[in-house]
């Protein structure tokens, strides 16, 4: 009953968290791209904004891990969200001086973030039931729900309070995402207590003597476990697919003039899909099965692409249906892939694993990022789309020939 009434804290206090950390992150993605294009006046670079975000986010990847060994999630998380803060900071100087280096280490900060909102996932189940699992990770997901969708709808008002301070409108997301920030870091320096990372592993010397492991052996231990490899595969794909397309399309919507508001409206619709329906999926990776859930989320990636790659740069509608279904397929991806390689590793595993898997996973990202950049520059949009759905056809073959792992491991 302790350990039951720690993890729904612990839940609710990692949701609440997410929502600031979502607010905060989510409104500097097409910002980030449509200020790199204005410094640099160049739409090849504009991918770069996003890029440098996802390097940073996997190069926080496996330090937090680490941190996280060494002294549990509060640690970690607070790290990654400070270092937020800090990146906002370089982005606003960066956007206000045209000086792109400091606006690429800021955006490359501000990945910190996003690993340590990555890592929150993993966080929710160091307490939870294999039973319940994916619907406990999925509802700390959810918590970006209402944070990232506001957040792209704010880019309108944050440039109006931008231009108060003398600054680029463009910069105004980043001056957002300082604050609340910095309000994340506080609500898990405050109320993430006890640890439940330390928590489940007092739990489990008690019990088994056990022992944290390195990431070397961690990696190792991955190679050799099928399940792990295809649950990170999923993972990364869904990623890469996720952020070439998404990251692409302000760009793709600036070329006749689409409004910041609208943009950020078709950015929030695609946010929306990435988080608001979790714990639906949550629920039916728990009872159907991950790999099952993982082959949803690539007909929804598939589907995605078309839809997508076949709009016009005006028509808001069928690019918001488009980046909604984008983001549900990657929700897909994330939450029964993430699932699936927490149980599948063995507990001294955990940290190094979810460490290395957010590393591929946001290594993956960057690659498609920058790519989607050189083709939506040399090609076009719907170029782009295509080369995109190329990683998640590859995905659903290997799906397709894993049926073992769901009988194996569920």
Known sequence: MLNSALQARTVKVLASAQVLNGLGVAGTVAAGSLLVSSI????????????????????????????????????????????????SGFAIL??????????????????SASAAGYQARFAAIDLATKESSAKQLSFVVWGSTVGAVVGPNLMDPAGGLAEKFGLPRLVGPYMISAVTLALATLVIQLFLRPDPFLTAQKNLEATLGAHRKSTREALAHIRSNSSALFAIAAIAIGHIAMVSVMVMTPVHMKHVDVTLRIIGFVISIHVLGMYAFSPIIGSLSDKIGRVRIIQIGVLLLIASTIVAGTAAADDAVQLGIGLFLLGLGWSCTLIAGSALLSESVDHEMKPASQGASDLVMNLSGAGGGALAGLIIGTLSYGWLCLFAAIPVLVLFVISIRSERIRSNVE
Request: hydrophobic share 55%; no cysteine; aromatic share 8%.
């Open 94 to 111: 960066g956007g206000a001086e045209r000086n792109i280096y400091f606006m690429l280490l800021g955006a490359f900060l501000v990945g």
């Open 40 to 87: 640099t006046d160049s739409e090849t670079l504009a991918g770069l904004a996003q890029t440098f975000s996802v390097l940073g986010a996997a190069a926080f990847a496996l330090p937090l891990a680490r941190l996280t060994a060494r002294g549990g999630r509060r640690l970690a998380l607070s790290v990654g969200l400070l270092s937020g803060v800090i990146g």
